[in-house]
């Protein structure tokens, strides 16, 4: 096969022993010289383009294994640079938090006995700025939490699932309560149910 491939076969001698030159040895002769002429070299058989693409690919192969291979096994470096890319820290986005006043309040119960939630959350703000800004409000935005909480059961509250509806709604509520103001989140600090 191999000598198909690259094109070089030995040519056929003619049998010593039996010292015959015709016969079965031309025959054997004619069909070698055909076989000669279908077997072509690599670069005939495949074509220059073929084999410049196959050159490439191998290129190309190497050269990202080395690369890969470079920036596996290289130091490091800081770890700030590793993060980032540029060598400069990583500033954390600027927050704000401001306490609200405790809240509490009587909530519903099933068998119609009395309840009590004590709640202290802490809303977190993009700034300063807005922070002495919601001061002001702040008559309004414990309003609105108080007329929310005074609706809820003790089975509102039970759960994880509870608990993050209780803070999507207070969201919800002194976002509204605040309107030229955004607050990002509300954060609970102490929630007790008696």
């Not at 040895?25 to 000669?36: F, P, S, T, V």
């Not at 290289?74 to 704000?96: E, L, N, T, Y």
């Not at 609200?100 to 703000?125: C, F, H, M, R």
């Amino acid at each position: 096969m191999l000598q198909k491939l690259f094109g070089k076969k030995k040519a056929a001698t003619p049998d010593a022993g039996t010292g015959e030159a015709g016969g079965e040895g031309d025959a054997n002769a004619n069909a070698n010289a055909e076989e000669n002429a279908n077997a072509l070299p690599v670069w005939k058989r495949f074509g220059k383009t073929s084999l410049m693409l196959m050159g490439g690919g191998a290129l190309a192969l190497l050269i990202g294994l080395g690369t890969g291979g470079y920036f596996l096994f290289s130091s490091g470096g800081d770890a700030a640079q590793s993060a980032g890319g540029s060598g400069k820290p990583i500033v954390p986005p600027q927050v704000v938090y401001y306490d609200v006043p405790d809240v509490i309040v009587n909530i519903q119960t099933a068998d119609g006995s009395p309840a009590y939630l004590k709640l202290g959350v802490a809303l977190e703000l993009n700034d300063a700025a807005e922070k002495t800004g919601i001061q002001p409000l702040m008559p309004r935005i414990v309003d609105q939490f108080q007329g929310y909480l005074r609706e809820l059961r003790v089975e509102d509250l039970r759960g994880s699932a509870g608990v993050m509806r209780l803070k999507e709604e207070l969201l919800r509520r002194v976002n509204v309560a605040a309107a030229p103001y955004q607050v990002r989140d509300v954060l609970l600090k102490e929630m007790i149910v008696q």
